[in-house]
């Protein structure tokens, strides 16, 4: 069986986060509910991902995956293929869960759920908080940062962290903290380069995980009139010819050239090793340029069903939707 070597960087706390993660939101389907369906099919490729070296997996109490993740990975520690100590194992509180005490409900229940002694890494899902009637809690972030801090010291966690943080948010929850957070999970591919957020948080020592890192490049989130680059585009694929790589291990190794760890997510097989096999080669300058051009904002991740909450993180548009059912609080697992 082939194999990758996947790096790691180093975390504020001395910790190591491998680059390039195991991705597990299957994402909703036309009823707008998740694709229940592509569980088997994740687990089977999350296991051929651990058999072949991906160590770092990236789930979520929103996923509803927690307990198939958990499973998988029990049966790698108990198949002796890996230890316990050398996987990386995130998941993250949603925001019906910001009030202090609550992030230790949460994280209690993801460790029940995935049936795991202990985290790596939580992060805080989104820096709004809603209840579970979908009402705007407006609770203040660092209020919910302070349960975080108090579940890494009673060792529920390894690590915690925040995701979809904007530059404001980064700066007064670093400016407000007793402990820093280790990274900040946030949309960036080539349309969503992120400059400055990735400037500010790699000068505090904050690293940066990129979720959808394909961005609108792959047609599951690609929508009509979506920009380029896409998988044929003809710069794309003249960088891919050149390396003797295709197109969707040039993003992510970009990606990986600005220091940014990934975490692409795939039920196929043959995907899992590609999306591995990044570290072999390098982009020269030229590429670099070409592939800096794509950035113009574009954002792939925009709930603006969310967009009225206090503290939603990104620009507002004109625009209206019901939330989705797939992301819906009331449809959380509790068990
Ligand atoms: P990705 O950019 O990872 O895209 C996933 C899609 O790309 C799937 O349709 C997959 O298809 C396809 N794909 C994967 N590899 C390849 C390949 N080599 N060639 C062609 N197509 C490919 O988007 P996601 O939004 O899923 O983001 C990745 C992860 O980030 C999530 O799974 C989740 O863990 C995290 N995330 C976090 C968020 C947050 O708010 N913190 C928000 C969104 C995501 P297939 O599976 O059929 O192979």
Redesign the pocket.
């Known amino acids: 069986m082939s194999q990758v070597k996947i790096p790691t960087f180093k975390l504020n706390n001395g910790k190591e986060l491998p680059a390039l993660g195991y ?3 299957l ?1 909703l389907d036309e009823k707008f509910q998740l694709y229940y369906d592509d569980i088997p099919k994740m687990e089977e490729a999350l296991s051929y991902a651990i058999d072949i070296g991906y160590r770092h997996v ?2 979520a109490h929103l996923y509803k995956v927690e307990p198939q993740v958990g499973q998988v990975v029990n049966k790698k520690i108990q198949d002796g293929v890996v230890k316990r100590e050398d996987l990386f194992i995130t998941t ?1 509180v949603w925001q019906n869960f910001h009030r202090e005490a609550d992030v230790e409900v949460s994280v209690r229940g993801s460790l029940r759920r995935s049936n795991l002694e202990y985290f790596d890494l939580v992060l805080m ?2 820096p709004m908080s809603v209840s579970v009637d979908e009402v705007d809690e407006k609770i203040d972030y660092l209020e919910t940062w302070r349960g975080f801090e108090k579940v890494l010291e009673k060792g529920l966690v390894k690590s915690i962290g925040v ?2 943080f904007n530059l404001e948010q980064m700066k007064r929850l670093l400016d407000n903290c007793k402990v820093t957070p280790v990274c900040n ?1 946030v ?1 960036i ?1 080539l349309n969503l380069g992120q400059k400055e957020l990735v400037d500010f948080c790699q000068s505090n020592n904050v690293v940066v995980v990129a ?5 609108t490049m ?1 047609p ?2 690609a929508p009509p009139g979506s920009p380029e680059p896409k ?1 044929n585009n003809p710069t794309m694929v003249a960088i891919g010819k050149k390396h003797g790589k ?1 197109v ?1 291990q040039i993003a992510l190794r970009y990606l990986y050239q600005r220091g940014i760890v990934s ?6 097989k043959s ?1 899992v090793l ?2 591995a096999s990044i570290f072999d080669f390098e982009l020269d300058a030229n590429d670099v340029a070409s592939l800096a051009a794509f950035d113009n904002g574009y954002r792939t ?1 925009r709930p603006v069903f969310w967009q009225d909450y206090q503290n939603y993180p990104f620009d507002k548009v004109d625009m209206k939707m019901e939330i989705p059912l797939g992301l819906r609080n009331s449809q959380l697992i509790s068990d």
């Open positions: 991705g597990t939101w994402g990236d789930t993250k899902h989104w995701s979809n999970q949309e591919n979720y959808s890192p394909f961005g792959v599951s989130r998988l295709t969707t975490i692409p997510k795939t039920i196929t995907r590609e999306n991740v």
